[in-house]
């Protein structure tokens, strides 16, 4: 049974990833300035540097 909403790109894979209380502080705020999940700044750092 499918939950969530429905999605043309389902992210099915997850990632761990041990940060200190700084980055865990400044990927809140930014998260907050931007009104956008962690989750999803951190899939746009990701893409950003895979780009380069």
Known sequence: MRTGRPTQDPKI????VRLNETMVS???EKSRKEDKPVSQ???EFIAKGLAE
Do not use: M, W, Y
Not at 13 to 16: G, L, N, T, Y
């Open 41 to 43: 700044i951190i899939r």
């Open 26 to 28: 400044q990927l809140t």
């Open 13 to 16: 894979k997850s990632v761990r």
